[in-house]
């Protein structure tokens, strides 16, 4: 059964670049980050090439002995996509195509593509189009002999399919009807949030894949989609949450990643301000990931982005039933084992140490939740007696049993 799955999956070469601002390690890190990308979209991985510049080269991307290896490769194995782990411009995309006389997508279109998977609302639909039009735009002529040929699979969903006549100005047009059409939506969810009332606001941010719906759902008792790919959840779900006796909104978001697609930040407004008008963020962390520190990182620059990097947050640290490291003895020849870590060494790391109330859990069994249930209130507390301060005397913290 497994085997007839694979086959549907269409087979793809990734391509990335070691240079002065990238070394091999992050490399490394990328090109995983693109292979889980490239499998979320519905493609398994024939093989990787990478090639060490100083930086790209302007038509081709990678040299020109590069291309010619990487077109012998695919025309040999019958692969039909190579994709990029950087954007390309829109002559490398052209001349990379007539090079290989194959499709070519590049990280951007391929996040794009995934989005458009994952679209399940009108609102989220219209976000991705919007995005996916201004992808498209100034690469009009290169998509346009794709459509001639009538190409489908990753990167050939969304706008454009069946319209090969499609100039400029309609496509324009229709930038100028979507945004139109989001900024209504916009306002009927900004009057939404004010009519939710003085209650406190938290939203859950973080990394793609961290756990953030799986912890909604333990929170809320509520069935939030949560899938082992990248972007499971694309629409802004709000539940009402009731810790010890103390109620507020918990929101769950569009998870980030890095080199997150300018067009997407744009196009997914209305969902970042959610996070934008939060009282308090639950920043969940993937513990068990290697990459957990660029994932911190690459989150707090686009919550320094979008100007909510100054609120109130706990560091939630997720997934410690997953993490274990390899243990060496002093001696060579003994070999190395995996142990996990305890509550009690986990609170000795310098994660623990932050600035803001941290906490390591697991989502998926529910290992030290009453510790992050009484972060969360006391963190709500906070807010709520400083908003309602006649009132505090109606709350207070007690433990609550787990199912």
Known sequence: ?????????????????????????KLREYMDELEFLAYTAGATVARRFTQKMTQPDSKTFVGKGKAEEIKAYVKENEIGTVIFDDELSPSQLKNLEREMEVKILDRTNLILDIFAQRAQTSYA???????QYEYLLPRLTRMWTHLERQRGGIGMRGPGETEIETDRRIIRDRIALLKDKLKTIDRQMATQRNNRGKMVRVALVGYTNVGKSTLMNALSKSEVFAENKLFATLDTTVRKVVIGNLPFLLTDTVGFIRKLPTQLVESFKSTLDEVR??????HVVDISHESFEDHIDSVNQILMEIEAHQKPMIMVFNKIDAFAYEKKDEDDLTPSTRKNISLEEWKRTWMAKSKHPTVFISALTKANFPEMKKQIYDEVHKIHI???PYNDFL????EEEED
């Open 125 to 131: 639909r219209t976000q991705v189009e919007l995005a």
């Open 277 to 282: 008008e939060a009282d308090l963020l639950i």
């Open 386 to 388: 400083s908003r309602f």
């Open 395 to 398: 709350f207070e913290y007690f």
């Open 1 to 25: 059964m497994l085997e007839k799955k694979e086959h549907l999956y269409e087979k793809v070469v990734l391509v990335g670049l070691i240079t002065k601002d990238q070394d091999e390690e």
